[in-house]
């Protein structure tokens, strides 16, 4: 059987490759994921692997060159940092450096290469394929290589892979690792914010970025911060006294803490460092704030990989073998990217001339132009960041009649950024001139609140309240399942009685079916004909209208650090397979997604189930993967399976066959993480989201204040869900989502995206699968034949 999955995606032997893959330049959280991602897919395809230890030297240094193997990758996905090491060599500056680097890689007999660097290692890739051909002709002219050796190698293949913690990559929109290190400064600001409010001090965090404010930005959006200087968009005329100002602004409110993030590159229009110290000197003497500076520096490197730097890597090194296998000699080398949900692949000289273009226009006092060469996903965030701190500026402000009285309500169960999400619309609602109100407790809430004696379920937010909230998991507002059917006349009452103008739901798929329920009830209820738009809130991520739902990341990041941990609990006994069961209702994402990102042998979903002969087959394959075992690796094995994957496979049941498959040779344990998964604080990927998605929920709402009820009841989109899908962020109206894209039996979407990853995740831990299966797409073939895809489109 294992012999016929192969035959699946290897590829025909002339068309083989010799692939060295390397990492270069700054190391980055999830390189080990890229480069585990590559051998074991560049294996699985049929290619010889070569990994070239220590950056650009190992291509100097033969012995640094050496060939992997399956096993050698085994758990480097929750590895930090990088295996094959990494350096920055001067040599390969020159020409004379990067001649015994291609003489070196012949020799060796690699013919396609993949670098996972930053700019300057993207750079020195790019000037060694244009030169490739120049220096294979020296190197046969001076005799150290023959016609014969160079053939074969006239065009070097070249694939890149951004590793970076800054995120300073034009052309995608996340580089491996910047969230992980977003998520270290989140972790070092979140602990600060306590001390901070308990002696109402300020803090000036310096984080780094010499020419890209990514890091800084990000951390000011996820956490609050009061005040954020990035490289990219100095403050005109007087940065001084407009800090001070929104700083004194804050406090007035109430605010008992100052926080202020400076990019290591920060200056101002004229280019002068903005250094923290200088910001110390203005809050202490001029504001008499007790002041103290905090430099992040490497501990911004460490730790282990989130969960989103080891879903990219994954994705990205599988999809980097696949450039290098489609590559010809007129195609130009990739770099592999990601537009919102997209991963996609970059013409590799253009990447790394628009990053470079970046500094030059920095240097050249040109900051409208270094702005708009970032990707615009990250001016939004500078616009909205701006918006939601300075919440007193006239400029925001509507005129009267484009003002609403906007309702916020959370429904079903709490997700990490649900808060972070209702604290970017309030500041924004405050911003704009609109009245956000805070219905309590979801609709039950609100309806309970109805009658002779309120109970206070619906209050105008103020900003103070909810100021705090970035960083706070579950729900302040508090939610509920309870849908609005349970009593539609009360909830329709409540609306028309606290003059409900525009509606902000923030929720899972109890969420939905409320927003369609309202919808429906629009014929009858005259207080419904108000725009209504909901954020999907939910760690299944089972709304229609979304590739994303927010708290998603949050619980993929709490139950990669349960597995690893437990995975961990086995290495003094070794020789244990852990079967956990994840949540996600009828969605298989969460399992699937955790299985990608820890590596599990077997991943079950509910849309897929269990049958007695995928049992056999992974039974089977768990007896001769031990068997072969000889003790490389002192970890257990990971088994995911969704809590609804089957009624007659449970989770323990499913542990209990492989003990008996096992007669005694190794060990299983079922374990349910439960509401672990729900995460503590939101991770920084749900904050930052929160805040976008929010901030244009409430933009989408404005575009109906003022206009008649016919047009709202027209337009399709005046009840809609906010969602990412593919490479861009839509708005799709409810009844086309109803209609169209909603599996209501098992409440998930009709086409969920990540289906497709889900033979990754299976080639990637060397599963077996049925043999009538496509490698490609995971399609059930009816023909019988394996090898190929093609015939699947
Ligand atoms: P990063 O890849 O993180 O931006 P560096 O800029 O230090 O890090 O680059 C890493 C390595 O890439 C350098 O030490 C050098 O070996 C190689 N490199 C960088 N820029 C060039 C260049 N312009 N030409 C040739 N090699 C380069």
Redesign the pocket.
């Known amino acids: 059987m294992a012999s016929r999955r192969r035959a699946s995606i290897l590829i025909p032997p002339e068309k083989r490759k010799c692939i060295g893959v390397m990492t270069?330049?700054?190391d980055a959280q999830g390189m080990n994921g890229a480069v585990r991602a590559v051998v074991r897919s560049s294996i699985a395809r049929g290619c010889r692997v070569f990994g070239i230890h220590e950056?650009?030297e190992g291509l100097l240094h033969p012995e640094l060159i050496k060939e992997m193997d399956w096993i050698s990758v085994r758990g480097w996905l929750s590895v930090g940092g990088t295996s094959i090491g990494t350096?920055?060599?001067?040599?390969?500056?020159e020409r004379p450096g990067?001649l015994i680097a291609a003489r070196n890689l012949v020799k060796a007999g690699i013919d396609a290469l993949i670098v996972i660097?930053?700019?300057?290692?993207?750079?020195?890739a790019d000037?060694?394929r244009s030169e490739w051909p120049g220096l294979l002709s020296e190197l046969v002219e001076k005799g150290e290589l023959t016609e014969a050796e160079t053939a074969p190698v006239q065009h070097l293949n070249i694939v890149g892979m951004v590793g970076?913690i800054d995120n300073d990559m034009a052309m995608t929109d996340a580089t491996i690792g910047c969230y992980s290190s977003l998520q270290r400064i989140c972790e070092a600001v979140d602990n600060i914010d306590s001390t901070a409010l308990s002696h109402q001090r300020a803090f000036v965090i310096e984080v780094m970025g010499r020419h890209c404010g990514w890091l800084a930005l990000m951390a000011g959006v996820s956490t609050g911060a009061d005040f954020v200087f990035i490289p990219e968009k100095p403050f005109k005329d007087n940065w001084q006294e407009k800090m001070k100002e929104i700083i004194m602004k804050h406090r007035s409110l109430g605010k008992r803490k100052t926080i202020v993030i400076v990019a290591e590159g920060a200056h101002d229009e004229s280019l002068n460092k903005i250094t923290p110290e200088h910001v110390k000197t203005l809050l202490s003497n001029d504001l008499k704030l007790d002041t103290r500076i905090t430099t992040l520096g490497h501990v911004q490197r460490g730790g282990l990989p989130s969960a989103y730097d080891r879903m990219l890597a994954t994705l990205q090194g599988v999809e980097a073998v696949q450039a290098v296998l489609d590559a010809t000699p007129e195609t130009p080398s990739p770099v592999i990217s990601i537009t919102e949900n997209k991963i996609c692949r970059q013409p590799l000289m253009d990447a790394v001339a628009a990053t470079q273009s970046v500094a030059v226009a920095i240097k050249n006092k040109d900051f409208d132009k270094a702005m708009s060469l970032r990707d615009a996903e990250f001016a939004e965030y500078n616009r909205i960041y701006l918006m939601t701190t300075n919440i007193d500026s006239p400029e925001l402000r509507l005129p009267e009649d484009k003002r609403l009285r906007i309702g916020i309500i959370h429904v079903g169960a709490p997700a990490g950024g649900m808060n972070s999400a209702t604290r970017a619309a309030v500041a924004y609602c405050l911003a704009r001139g609109h009245k956000p109100v805070a219905l309590h407790n979801g609709f039950p809430g609100l309806c309970r609140h109805h009658g002779d004696k309120p109970l206070g379920s619906v209050r105008d937010f103020d900003w103070l309240e909810v100021e705090g909230w970035a960083n706070q998991g579950g729900s302040e507002i508090g939610t509920n399942r309870g849908l609005p059917s349970e009593d539609m006349n009360t909830t329709a009452t409540c609306f028309e009685k606290y003059k409900i103008q525009a509606l902000f739901l923030i929720g899972g798929f109890e969420a939905f079916t409320a927003l369609s329920e309202l919808r429906h009830a629009r014929e009858k209820y005259a207080a419904f004909r108000i725009p209504m738009i909901l954020l999907p809130a939910t760690i299944s991520n089972n709304v229609p209208g979304s590739e994303y739902s927010l708290g998603s990341d949050t619980c993929l990041n709490a139950l990669i650090q349960y597995c690893d941990a437990i995975r961990q609990s086995a290495s003094a006994s070794r020789r244990r397979v852990f079967v956990v069961e994840t949540q996600g209702g009828k969605s298989g994402y969460v399992a699937t997604l955790a299985g990608l990102c820890v590596g599990a042998v077997c991943v079950y979903t509910p849309e897929e189930g269990i049958d007695h002969k995928m049992m056999y087959r992974d039974l089977e394959y768990l007896v001769r993967e031990f068997s072969k075992d000889k003790g490389q690796n002192r970890a257990g094995k990971l088994i995911l399976r969704n809590e609804q994957a089957s009624d007659t496979y449970t989770t323990e049941v499913i542990a209990n066959m492989i003990r008996t498959a096992a007669k005694g040779r190794f060990e299983a344990r079922h374990v349910v993480p439960g509401h672990v998964q729900q995460g503590g604080a939101p991770s920084p990927m749900d904050r930052v989201r929160a805040v976008r998605l929010a901030v244009k929920c409430i933009q989408h709402l404005e575009t109906f204040a003022g206009k008649s009820e016919a047009h709202l009841m027209a337009e399709m989109t005046s009840a809609a869900v906010i969602g990412i899908k593919g490479a861009s962020v839509a708005v799709t109206g409810m009844e086309h989502l109803e209609k169209y894209e909603t599996d209501w039996k098992d409440r998930r979407p009709k086409n969920e995206f990540w289906i497709a990853m889900k033979p990754t995740v299976d080639m990637l831990s060397g599963r077996p699968l049925a043999e009538d299966t496509c490698y490609a797409c995971g399609r059930k073939l009816d023909h019988g034949v394996v090898d190929n895809h093609e015939n699947c489109a």
């Open positions: 270069s330049g700054g950056g650009y350096a920055r060599c001067k040599d390969f500056y990067r660097g930053g700019d300057g290692s993207l750079t020195g000037k060694f970076s």
